[in-house]
């Protein structure tokens, strides 16, 4: 079964590269980008019926900084 897991920056955390990648777009002419948020986006087979509480186990343990990251499950 794929599953799709998206780490994000808590909001409270300063995103460094979001603020790069938001001057880039300006700077290139595009008007009205704001609030821009990097973040990455994690793909793995598991075996079927793998329950949502032991992938949330996994993003806890290892995919996720837990005191710095948000994680969702999105697939």
């Not at 909001?11 to 595009?30: R, Y």
Request: aromatic share 2%.
């Amino acid at each position: 079964m794929k599953v799709v897991v998206k780490v994000t920056l808590r909001k409270s955390i300063l995103d460094p590269q979001g603020k790069a990648i938001e001057n880039a777009l300006v700077h290139l002419g595009f008007s009205g980008v704001s609030d821009v948020r990097q973040g990455k986006l994690i793909e793995m087979d598991v075996p079927d019926g793998t329950s949502t509480d032991k992938i949330a186990e996994m993003c806890q343990k290892l995919l996720a900084n837990p005191i710095t990251e948000d994680f969702e499950i999105v697939a």
